[in-house]
């Protein structure tokens, strides 16, 4: 089995281009709001006369709730000149992070302008996504027409039907044989945190008999931890909410260990007094070690899994699902000597576009060799007359209970 390549990290940061449109002639650069104005215009097509690209853009102007915030904005993309590309989005999830950082509580936050055309300052939502390009300037070399891209960085504002940006922005998709806008799409953040906190804060000799324990394993994350550790011949312990239908539960376990799950557990169980004696048993008295935990839930749950870590593994969190501290028993740090840390793929991103590059990539070689399945999704089809608030209620509706699967926009005609 080949061994997954450990990247050394690089010290250097790149700086953050901004995303310029360069400026249409005043007669096409209107504001277009979904109003009657917009839905009169809803049948023009993308590329009018002149050239220029009509996009769509969900943007906000102030923080709040998405289905208070956010409007659709219409707007002209000039011709690219120079090493300008314009894209036509493809795919977009809707991640959990995303609607905090409309809501104003996400640590890092968008820059605010107007050189979109709107009225007031505002911002495009979104981080994640995959493009199609459909034209570059005379100066582009990285990428040509029909090539897909993901963008390099955070911030850049997704959720639009077309964008302009800087060649330099973005990340080639070298190989799209076999794949499909979904997978690439939701590639570059849950996939890429699986696997670099797998891989970075873990000791592994890849023998088989080492364990990672995480909650949230039915996220898209946690789905993505699990088929890593098939391939990389680690042995799991997954930790669920519990369902009052157990038929559900039992399901949800079920596609769990399809993905290669080796336990799969509830918080439940988990805080419950036989488990100890349960993973005693499943790791051999402890002589099989549990090397890394995953941690997106905090609280209680967070601490219980913390106690079943081996001497000297790590635990990271990347999540606070519970909105809860995590609270640590002084044992565990001094008797064990234990790792706690924080991964914040955002940062990693921004500072690692190399390696992000590289995981990316062995992520989708998995997924057209059939080793890394698609996530469940819910669809939201994003064609040229859809309302504002089909688009406002997909986003609103991520952060809701238990869900059936992420929430993409899927672009259609637009």
């Excluded at 955070?154 to 039907?161: A, D, E």
């Excluded at 945190?193 to 873990?202: I, K, Q």
């Excluded at 592994?204 to 995480?214: A, H, K, L, V």
């Excluded at 500072?351 to 995981?359: F, R, Y």
């Amino acid at each position: 089995m080949a061994q997954p390549a450990r990247l050394a990290p690089r010290a250097h940061l790149f700086t953050r281009a901004s995303c310029l449109l360069s400026k249409p002639r005043p007669r096409a650069s209107r504001q277009l709001e979904l109003s009657s104005s917009l839905q009169q215009n809803n049948a023009r097509r993308h590329i009018s006369a002149y050239g220029y690209t009509q996009s769509k853009a969900l943007v906000y102007s102030k923080y709040g709730e998405p289905q208070d915030v956010l409007q659709l904005h219409g707007h002209s993309i000039s011709p690219p000149s120079g090493t300008q590309v314009v894209l036509r989005f493809l795919t977009c999830p809707i991640n959990p992070a995303d609607v905090n950082q409309i809501q104003g509580v996400y640590p890092s936050k968008p820059e605010m302008n107007t050189m979109l055309g709107t009225s007031e300052a505002a911002a495009v939502a979104g981080n994640e996504g995959v493009a199609e390009v459909i034209s570059t300037g005379s100066g582009v070399k990285s990428v040509q027409k029909g090539d897909w891209v993901i963008m390099k960085s955070t911030g850049m504002g997704t959720w639009c039907t077309h964008k302009a940006v800087d060649e330099s922005q973005l990340l080639k998709i070298d190989d799209k044989e076999g794949l499909t806008p979904l997978q690439v799409g939701t590639v570059s953040v849950n996939p890429c945190t699986a696997y670099r906190m797998l891989l970075d804060f873990g000791k592994w000799n890849f023998r088989g008999d080492e364990w990672f324990i995480q909650n949230g394993a039915n996220s898209g994350v946690g789905r993505a931890a699990i088929q890593l550790g098939r391939e990389w011949n680690f042995k799991s312990i997954n930790v669920i909410r519990g369902r009052d239908d157990k038929a559900e539960e039992d399901k949800l376990k079920n596609e769990l260990y399809d993905l290669g799950a080796t336990h799969v557990i509830t918080e439940e169980e988990l805080m419950g007094k036989e488990i100890r004696d349960k993973i005693k048993e499943w790791t051999r008295g402890g002589r099989e070690q549990i090397k890394v935990g995953l941690n997106c839930v905090g609280g209680k749950p967070g601490t219980a899994m913390a106690k079943y870590l081996s001497s000297e593994a790590s635990m990271i969190t990347y999540g606070a699902m519970s909105k809860k501290p995590l609270e640590l028993p002084a044992s565990l740090l001094i008797f064990k000597n234990l790792n706690f840390t924080g991964f914040w793929v955002s940062k990693w991103s921004d500072k690692h576009s190399d390696q992000k590059k590289q995981t990316v990539d062995d992520i989708l070689r998995m997924t057209r060799q059939g080793k890394f399945k698609d996530i469940p999704v819910q669809e939201c089809k994003w064609d040229r007359d859809t309302s504002v608030d089909t688009l406002r209620s997909a986003v609103q509706g991520t952060l809701g209970g238990f869900r059936a699967g992420k929430g993409v926009f899927v672009f259609g005609e637009t």
